[in-house]
């Protein structure tokens, strides 16, 4: 048993000579985000689709302290309580919180930032258990962006925050292994995003000919190594099938993207457009024949789990964890360079619509095993639960070696 902060046994209760279920402990977590916007990116959207799922379990209480912009786009549960926008340090607040109201657990989530730094010092200092979540910005991609402000916020505070978090959070086992690169000795709960399986009326239907289009949907941004999908797709040229490009601009990288399609001459094949939402976005998943994420590296990659739920094969690459997709043959896995990309376009792309829709079901099967956000939000109250001391370690825990 790893090391775990005191609190009460879980409790069990008999009646006669039968034993009951157990009695279930309740649990107030606050989750500290920067913000709960669309543009924030995969962590907001992580954060707010957690709480919502956390907040349906009666036994447990959610409260979201947003550290950074107040404005909130994300839809939320009525049963999530937002605490009121901080511009100043948190002590206050966390201080009349805890008194009135108990919290057990501060969660929180992303690097960098001072108002993160804020929040975890002052839980510590009222002794509230701290869980941290990275969220893939330790990686080394991640580290070099910015490398000079980072080193700032790593000297003055962001080491110290990293090594006195009592607990940290891994969206994958690579992210995991991360952080034990970095010297980080705490228990690790290594627990996925999850997501809302669309109706099977939903999925992609599939027909035998015509045009077939293979879609990007994410972030534009250098990290997404779309530069090299572009190139790769100029190079593999997939008779009657479109590029789509779909995803918010970031930091002008779609002037870049647009300016590669243009010099390939593949104006009339790829297409790149702004960010889409709601329904519209299920849309664009269930029309597409195959999904790539051609990334240089991501902590999780939550676009490949809703491509697969929509029952749409994939591409992507080993700088994302997902090893499973050729495991399972619902997509292929592969090094994120020119010729790789090409091969795995070229395979994909000449593959049989009937192989196709095949590997789809396939990886729509994944989802439904591993990634809908019952099972998603019950393996974090497994861990929270352990890391209370009132429950035992589940599998999802790893502790250093």
Request: with cysteine; proline share 8%.
């Amino acid at each position: 048993m790893g090391p775990t902060l005191a609190g009460p046994s879980s409790r069990e209760v008999r009646v006669g000579h039968g034993l009951m279920n157990p009695v279930r402990e309740s649990i107030h977590v606050v989750h500290a985000v920067p913000s709960i916007t669309r543009t924030a990116g995969g962590t907001s959207t992580f954060v707010a689709e957690l709480a919502n799922h956390e907040s349906l379990d009666p036994c447990t209480a959610v409260t979201l302290l947003m550290m950074g912009s107040s404005k909130q786009d994300l839809p939320l549960s009525p049963g999530v309580a937002i605490a009121p926008p901080l511009r100043t340090r948190p002590t206050k607040w966390l201080a009349e919180t805890h008194r009135r109201r108990g919290i057990d657990l501060l969660h929180a989530h992303a690097l960098w930032l001072r108002h993160t730094h804020d929040v975890l010092s002052t839980a510590q200092s009222l002794g509230i258990p701290t869980i941290l979540s990275p969220h893939g910005m330790l990686e080394p991609h991640a580290l070099r962006h910015r490398a000079g402000k980072k080193l700032m916020a790593r000297l003055l505070y962001q080491d110290h925050d990293l090594c006195r978090t009592d607990f940290l959070h891994a969206t994958a086992l690579p992210e995991a292994q991360t952080l034990r690169r970095c010297g980080l000795k705490q228990p690790v709960m290594i627990v996925p995003p999850g997501l809302d399986l669309p109706p099977r009326a939903a999925m992609r239907t599939w027909s035998p000919n015509g045009q077939r289009e293979a879609l990007f949907f994410s972030r534009i941004h250098p990290v997404k190594n779309l530069i090299g999908l572009v190139s790769a797709w100029a190079a593999s040229r997939p008779h009657d099938w479109t590029l789509r490009i779909v995803g918010p601009d970031e930091g002008g990288h779609s002037a870049a993207v647009q300016a590669r399609i243009d010099a390939l001459g593949l104006g009339n094949a790829v297409t790149v457009s702004g960010p889409v939402y709601g329904p519209e976005k299920g849309n664009l998943f269930a029309s597409a024949s195959l999904f790539i994420l051609p990334s240089l590296t991501e902590n999780f990659g939550i676009v490949v789990a809703e491509a697969l739920a929509y029952g749409v094969p994939v591409i992507t690459t080993i700088g994302t964890p997902w090893s499973e997709l050729p495991e399972r043959d619902c997509g292929l896995w592969v090094r994120p360079d020119h010729d790789s990309l090409v091969a795995a376009i070229t395979e994909a792309t000449q593959t049989s619509p009937d192989r196709l829709r095949d590997m789809g079901l396939r990886g729509r099967a994944l989802v439904e095993e591993k990634y809908q956000w019952p099972s998603v939000r019950d393996a974090m109250r497994a861990a929270y639960l352990w890391a209370l001391g009132r429950g035992p370690r589940p599998d999802c825990v790893m502790l250093a070696s």
